[in-house]
């Protein structure tokens, strides 16, 4: 029989291994305390939703909907889609339970999101989002919330080198006007466009001006622009955010080319960039969405939020070195003889319940005193505990350091506790 070949994950979807794990537990602690601070509640929503919600919200003609949806049939024939953001969803759920009628909310959510792009570094089909969302608020008070929110988590996070581009896009009739000067502009050059920018033209011209190819450089700088088309309302609303921006002393740049890749948006829109991680360097984004809940039927609500890509801010927490090391045992437990093996799981049991905090792994499965030491040295504990069969009979075990030079000591269960408090406390 021909022998099958191991099976791989899915191309760009990734495992989270051990190593890495204290590393997002750290920030989702973080993540969490601050978000809690600010009055901020947990929502959990499905992964799969109907595929129309996302073509809804997102846009149709956007590259999510257009290229990158993990959708298929289920066996009754509805069309799904794998989540690929939560704001979607998120407005969903608050509408169908009725969290938007006559009060505010805000809200967070965390957990994988999946478009199928081009995997590279920093850009997978299967990444992780802390989003946030808060609906019911007009006002740029609660955007600046939000700004101030995330600057105070990367603090938090002895997260430097990322900085802060906002803009304002606008209400949605007078970013449809400036669609249309716009693209009587690009129409007026269409000999200087890409392909990609002669696609997008009558689609989502907007994005032209988001173009990397350096070709269109020059054109994209002479072209109009939004922020002298804005609405009053619009204008009033950015600059008051900015005056807030100010007042904190909160670094920023007015960048007139962010204009984010989901249509929803409208008003304040930012992100956070670093240009420590190469191409994929926005590590947090959203904005306002005005009209996303009238879209999908509700009554109009006032909605503003954003998400943090997991991946890129732990690559940029590695890249800096402000990864926190994740936590050691305080003693690994070595075991030998006979009676000592069958005393250690129910002692390992007594100083967990005796000393609140302690990190003690045991060594099971036996193994010569050396290898069990090896076990002890690798795992990182600060100290060895033996338990052998002499200091067992008597009630004695010893206890080694392992990561400073010092005396094996012996005591009697009372002190071991005492001095193992001691350790935990430190
Ligand atoms: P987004 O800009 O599409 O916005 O994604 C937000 C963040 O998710 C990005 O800035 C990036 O850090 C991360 N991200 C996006 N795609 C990938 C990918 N393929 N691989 C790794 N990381 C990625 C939204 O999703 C909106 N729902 C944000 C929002 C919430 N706006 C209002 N509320």
């Given at each position: 029989?021909?022998?099958?070949?191991?099976?791989?994950?899915?191309?760009?979807?990734?495992?989270?291994?051990?190593?890495?794990?204290?590393?997002?537990?750290?920030?989702?602690?973080?993540?969490?305390?601050?978000l809690?601070?600010y009055g901020y509640q947990?929502i959990?929503?499905?992964?799969?939703?109907?595929?129309?919600?996302?073509?809804?919200?997102?846009?149709?003609?956007?590259?999510?909907?257009?290229?990158?949806?993990?959708?298929?049939?289920?066996?009754?024939?509805?069309?799904?889609?794998?989540?690929?953001?939560?704001?979607?969803?998120c407005v969903?759920?608050c509408m169908?339970q009725g969290l938007l009628y006559n009060q505010v909310q805000r809200l967070w959510?965390?957990?994988?999101?999946?478009?199928?792009?081009?995997?590279?570094?920093?850009?997978?089909?299967?990444?992780?989002?802390?989003?946030v969302e808060a609906f019911g608020m007009e006002g740029p008070d609660v955007d600046a919330e939000q700004?101030?929110?995330?600057?105070?988590?990367?603090?938090?996070?002895?997260?430097?080198?990322?900085?802060?581009?906002?803009?304002?896009?606008?209400?949605?009739?007078?970013?449809?006007?400036?669609?249309?000067?716009?693209?009587?502009?690009?129409?007026?050059?269409?000999?200087?466009?890409?392909?990609?920018?002669?696609?997008?033209?009558?689609?989502?011209?907007?994005?032209?001006?988001?173009?990397?190819?350096?070709?269109?450089?020059?054109?994209?700088?002479?072209?109009?622009?939004?922020?002298?088309?804005?609405?009053?309302?619009?204008?009033?609303?950015?600059?008051?955010?900015?005056?807030?921006?100010?007042?904190?002393?909160?670094?920023?740049?007015?960048?007139?080319?962010?204009?984010?890749?989901?249509?929803?948006?409208?008003?304040?829109?930012?992100?956070?960039?670093?240009?420590?991680?190469?191409?994929?360097?926005?590590?947090?984004?959203?904005?306002r969405y005005d009209?996303?809940v009238?879209?999908?039927?509700g009554r109009p609500t006032p909605a503003v939020g954003?998400?943090?890509?997991?991946?890129?801010?732990?690559?940029?927490?590695?890249?800096?070195?402000?990864?926190?090391?994740?936590?050691?045992?305080?003693?690994?437990?070595?075991?030998?003889?006979?009676?000592?093996?069958?005393?250690?799981?129910?002692?390992?049991?007594?100083?967990?319940?005796?000393?609140?905090?302690?990190?003690?792994?045991?060594?099971?499965?036996?193994?010569?005193?050396?290898?069990?030491?090896?076990?002890?040295?690798?795992?990182?504990?600060?100290?060895?505990?033996?338990?052998?069969?002499?200091?067992?009979?008597?009630?004695?075990?010893?206890?080694?350091?392992?990561?400073?030079?010092?005396?094996?000591?012996?005591?009697?269960?009372?002190?071991?506790?005492?001095?193992?408090?001691?350790?935990?406390?430190?």
């Amino acid at each position: 029989m021909a022998k099958s070949s191991n099976i791989q994950a899915v191309r760009g979807m990734n495992d989270i291994l051990p190593q890495q794990t204290p590393t997002w537990q750290h920030v989702e602690a973080v993540a969490r305390a601050t978000l809690q601070d600010y009055g901020y509640q947990e929502i959990r929503m499905p992964i799969l939703e109907k595929t129309e919600l996302f073509k809804r919200s997102i846009g149709e003609v956007t590259d999510i909907v257009e290229k990158e949806m993990y959708t298929f049939e289920d066996r009754n024939g509805d069309s799904l889609t794998l989540r690929p953001e939560g704001t979607a969803g998120c407005v969903r759920a608050c509408m169908e339970q009725g969290l938007l009628y006559n009060q505010v909310q805000r809200l967070w959510y965390a957990g994988p999101m999946f478009r199928h792009e081009r995997p590279q570094k920093g850009r997978y089909r299967q990444f992780h989002q802390i989003g946030v969302e808060a609906f019911g608020m007009e006002g740029p008070d609660v955007d600046a919330e939000q700004i101030f929110m995330t600057a105070r988590l990367w603090r938090a996070l002895g997260l430097a080198e990322v900085r802060l581009e906002v803009n304002s896009l606008g209400s949605q009739e007078a970013r449809a006007a400036y669609k249309a000067i716009l693209v009587e502009y690009l129409e007026a050059h269409h000999d200087q466009l890409d392909e990609d920018s002669r696609r997008r033209l009558h689609s989502n011209p907007l994005r032209i001006l988001d173009s990397k190819n350096p070709d269109m450089q020059a054109l994209i700088e002479a072209a109009p622009q939004l922020a002298d088309h804005l609405d009053t309302e619009s204008r009033d609303h950015f600059q008051t955010l900015c005056g807030y921006l100010d007042a904190a002393g909160l670094e920023y740049r007015i960048n007139p080319r962010l204009v984010r890749g989901l249509d929803y948006y409208s008003r304040s829109v930012f992100e956070w960039v670093t240009d420590r991680l190469g191409a994929q360097g926005t590590v947090c984004a959203g904005g306002r969405y005005d009209g996303l809940v009238g879209w999908l039927g509700g009554r109009p609500t006032p909605a503003v939020g954003f998400a943090l890509g997991m991946e890129r801010l732990i690559a940029l927490l590695e890249t800096l070195e402000a990864v926190p090391p994740p936590p050691t045992p305080h003693v690994y437990l070595v075991v030998a003889g006979e009676a000592a093996l069958t005393q250690g799981p129910v002692l390992a049991e007594r100083l967990r319940d005796a000393v609140p905090g302690l990190r003690l792994q045991m060594n099971c499965g036996g193994g010569s005193f050396k290898s069990q030491f090896k076990k002890a040295d690798k795992c990182q504990a600060a100290y060895a505990l033996i338990l052998g069969e002499e200091e067992a009979a008597r009630g004695e075990y010893g206890l080694k350091p392992l990561r400073e030079t010092g005396e094996q000591r012996v005591l009697p269960e009372p002190e071991l506790v005492n001095y193992l408090t001691e350790i935990v406390n430190q």
